[in-house]
């Protein structure tokens, strides 16, 4: 009997209808003689009216007491995903983080699951109960409530399948959404847009880490650490279809060897933060990034270049909304290390290209530039990994960048992924 | 250094600016060098919010799963309090009833606190760190949830103190409400209502009892058996006034020996259930009380009278809401032992009069009823014990009967409170 963790984000459980809705999905896996778990958000809107609230009294609330506050959205979720269930019929049992076994480190609001054990979980499903478990949040060992930070309920989901694939032998993981799955590009953005049947966990991460809103980069990665095959479905399909949604996989099938580029992302509200004519000398790099981390500030990328003999520019992007703490760390460290000027930009996207093909292909980049010089897209920075590669542009020509690459790469037809090698040997 | 527990309602800490009111007590009491626990309520009207939420999705809610909900209520309230304290500069800490090392029986909903260890408490006190710990909930061994039922976060506020007296030799309890303290009778109903400087744990207990909402019974119930001094303060006074609000003690002082009556308390939405004519059988009590008490309903007051030979009438009364169950529960004893009929009558109120002098004087009943009857109101039925007498009247004359009892024990007037035996030998 496998065990499959189903996971329901805050639109899946906004109200009684729409919890219901997500319920059909449990039961139609019970049917399908699967043992389930559940994972939940808090409901709707409910973690930012919680901010807001603790706003009301501070503007900088204290990160312990923010978690003790958030904390209870998943536990309200919890709670009336059981009662939904039980009024289907269906045995079902609310669980905190901490009742579901959840321990993480004490970094509260960004905290990192440590381990979990699954007593409870194992007690319940062997006793036909589902257990339902709130996303987001854990306890570190003192006994303080802790969250995983935003999208921490995909995490939380894809750490409960690792535990019981553990335990017995096999699980999976459904990541229900209000999208079908995982797709060329943003549909909204790019009209031929097209859902792909299977990512690899590599695609995804990068695709996450660019701004996909998916899937979180977090929940991949340990996805990827533990073998979890993860499904990524539309809330509002019909359950126990495995053609559906969107696969994650840990190895290219033969099929997909020939791949070179799977999708298209775009990344919103990127600033550029540039330290101009710095002097190389050691330990500038962490002069500046060893307190953006202290912060637990993620950074995107990362560009070193000579600008003249002994000198370079450090330049590196991150979301907009952290521009406020980085600033200042990085006028500190220009002013400490005699930097000639210390540069913001704030009006940026960031396009990429994602595909586990590019390991192997090679002139895709020359492929992408030429489709953009054609387009008169203007490139600000160029970054490459090994298999992606990602510019930056102004945020107003983001989504024409993102159309031209998806009609360059053929990302609209089948065929074209496999075809497209053919046309990448320039 | 003394030990003050702190107790503040819904109201108290329905917003930000009363957040920050209540958090002026405790600087208050920290400055004139207390220790000071907070044990605070769900904003505002939170608890019935998540009680319709609930009901969003089942008419009846698991008790399990209602604890699991009910219980972010407060701890929404402990973190909004903590990050308020924080902000006026006092170090405070959050706690739910688990952390706080509350551990409670497994009754959901109406679970008993059965035992409290103190270590996290002391750790944050030693440390200088108001402690701030959610009423109303706990944990039971096997790491569920529980709630103690409505007005239970005043529960909590004297547990924890009887527990600190044990560890510190000695702790009081500040109930703050939007009241000033208890009254002789309703100031809404009775226009000459005065406010009481002290009334016993025994007084309050009958007055709680019979619908004085000032604090909840079992709160009074536990600070009488531990010894608790509970002092009912309004929320908007000065905090630290030795003579503000009312004093609960245990013992009368010299100057209360001679107090007969110290209020009229009036209970409404009474409801009356009456078994008539059943033989008069051993277990016929049982047959109805035993399956009441299993369903946890609170029984007010029970009468039974002859009615004939090996004839008896059994009625009680109880709180209208529970009628529902209650029907089915005098149903089915009386078809089974033969009862000529089952009564249920809804439209009561009982209005009684309290006072710890009653256990030695004599004629209060007697002086009562010719009150009543001067002023016109049917009795429907009486009940007494040692320090009170209580009458069941129709809900219309209830108002009136307070008023009327009222005047007649002279309870407006300060001096009368000493002189009242002189005018009850009769």
Do not use: W
């Not at 859902?195 to 991949?220: C, F, K, N």
């Not at 560009?303 to 406020?324: A, C, H, S, W």
Request: with cysteine; net charge negative; proline share 4%.
């Amino acid at each position: 009997m496998s065990v499959v963790v189903q996971k329901f984000g805050g639109t899946s459980v906004a109200d009684a209808e729409k919890l219901r809705a997500s319920a059909r999905h449990v039961l139609a896996a019970r049917a399908l003689g699967h043992r389930v778990v559940v994972v939940v958000s808090a409901m709707g809107h409910e973690t930012d009216r919680l901010v807001d609230l603790a706003h009301t009294v501070t503007p900088s609330p204290d990160r312990r007491e923010m978690d003790q506050l958030l904390a209870t959205g998943e536990q309200v979720s919890v709670a009336m995903m059981a009662l939904t269930l039980q009024t289907l019929g269906c045995a079902a049992r609310s669980l905190t983080g901490q009742q579901a076994g959840i321990v993480t480190d004490a970094a509260h609001q960004r905290a990192t699951v440590v381990s979990m054990d699954p007593t409870a979980l194992r007690g319940l499903l062997e006793g036909g109960v589902v257990p339902v478990v709130a996303g987001f949040q854990g306890v570190e060992r003192g006994g303080d409530v802790t969250t995983l930070g935003r999208g921490g309920s995909d995490t939380t989901a894809v750490a409960v399948a690792a535990r019981l694939k553990d335990v017995y032998g096999s699980a999976t993981c459904e990541i229900y959404k209000d999208v079908d799955g995982v797709y060329t590009a943003d549909p909204r953005v790019v009209p031929g847009a097209r859902r792909l049947e299977a990512v690899t966990y590599d695609e995804m991460l990068e695709a996450a880490a660019l701004g996909s809103q998916v899937i979180h980069p977090r929940a991949v990665e340990m996805a990827k650490r533990f073998g979890v095959p993860v499904r990524v479905l539309h809330s509002q399909e019909a359950a126990g279809r495995v053609d559906a949604g969107t696969l994650l996989v840990g190895e290219t099938e033969p099929a997909m060897e020939t791949r070179v580029v799977s999708s298209v992302v775009v990344k919103r509200n990127v600033a550029r933060v540039s330290l101009r004519g710095l002097p190389n000398r050691a330990g500038v790099q962490s002069a500046v990034f060893g307190p953006v981390a202290q912060a637990r500030l993620p950074v995107d990328d990362i560009i070193q270049e000579d600008d003249g003999p002994g000198t370079i520019n450090l330049t590196f992007t991150l979301d907009r909304g952290d521009v406020g703490e980085v600033r200042a760390i990085a006028q500190r460290a220009g002013a400490e290390y005699g930097a000639q000027a210390v540069r913001i930009d704030t009006g940026l996207s960031t396009v990429s290209i994602v595909g586990e093909g590019m390991r192997h292909a090679t002139g895709v980049a020359a492929r992408m530039f030429r489709a953009l010089a054609e387009e008169g897209v203007p490139i600000e920075n160029i970054t490459t990994s090994e298999i992606r590669v990602s510019i930056v542009v102004a945020e107003g020509d983001a989504e024409r960048a993102a159309r031209c690459l998806h009609g360059a790469f053929e990302l609209g037809t089948i065929g074209a992924l496999a075809n497209s090698p053919q046309g990448l040997s320039d």
